[in-house]
């Protein structure tokens, strides 16, 4: 069985003046926009995709405070024991809502979004919380849509189950001042933390071979073997840059394999 005493929070908000008190004053209100406002009408990026679950497990998980609305997916272990789940709970506020403050300009609006990754075991009907992201608001014009500076976000991209349904890999992908990188996490069965692929020596890497670049994005996350683990990145900002594929060793975290990724020959 998997235990999971953990929670890791990285980054800090970097709005400058008074937004950044603002901010604060936002997140310390907690999520309190009327049940209409949370459903209003916004653009399509700030909506969360709804996805099918079976119904029992909807039903049991209803039970534990989680709506199939706030489930972005969900995927199953191999051995079908386990089902992770990933929810982000978004909302979206605006002027008269009780998160908003009345000294911020009335033609915006705010998303606050929250992402959590849960491991649910159907057979002991027990939930568990793994990891989340970081509470991030970001503000728009209400006319264009467009941020008022720039957007903040933490996101949940890629949940894996190794073959052998013992690990399970999270991919976290971290937008700030503009700038991307990613966290690649491990957990274990048996094991009460997770481990990390060092991801930040990669990302140094990389941008010092591209001064200028914007950030890392990943293109492909896969598992090798159940040791071993693919990731091909490409350069934000810089898209004549090739893509680099790393292969990283499951139980140091480093990487064991480098080199520019060479798409196949067609056939």
Request: proline fraction near 6%; include cysteine; glycine fraction near 6%.
């Amino acid at each position: 069985m998997f235990n999971f005493p953990y929670s890791r929070v990285r980054g800090v908000l970097r709005l400058s003046g008074s937004i950044t008190l603002l901010l604060a004053i936002i997140l310390a209100t907690g999520c309190k926009s009327r049940p209409q406002d949370t459903q209003a009408a916004a653009d399509s990026s700030h909506v969360v995709k709804k996805v099918t679950l079976d119904s029992r497990v909807v039903a049991r998980l209803a039970v534990k405070g989680i709506v199939p609305e706030h489930v972005l997916f969900h995927v199953s272990s191999p051995d079908s024991r386990y089902v992770a789940v990933i929810l982000d709970s978004v909302v979206r506020f605006g002027p008269g809502d009780e998160m908003w403050i009345d000294e911020l300009p009335s033609n915006w609006y705010g998303v606050r979004n929250r992402t959590i990754l849960y491991l649910y075991d159907p057979s002991a009907d027990t939930l568990h919380g793994l990891a989340q992201c970081e509470e991030v608001v970001n503000f728009y014009d209400a006319e264009t849509f467009k941020p008022v500076q720039p957007e903040r976000k933490e996101d949940f991209k890629k949940v894996l189950w190794s073959q052998d349904s013992k690990r399970l890999l999270l991919l976290k992908d971290r937008t700030s001042d503009a700038l991307a990188d990613q966290d690649a996490l491990i957990f274990t069965l048996g094991e009460d933390e997770p481990s990390f692929l060092d991801l930040f020596g990669v990302w140094r890497q990389l941008m010092k071979a591209y001064p200028g670049a914007r950030g890392t994005q990943v293109e492909i996350i896969s598992w090798v073997s159940d040791s071993a683990i693919k990731i091909i990145f490409s350069i934000r900002g810089m898209p004549t840059a090739p893509r680099h594929e790393f292969i990283f060793d499951v139980r140091t975290g480093k990487p064991v394999s480098t080199g520019r990724f060479r798409p196949p020959e067609p056939a």
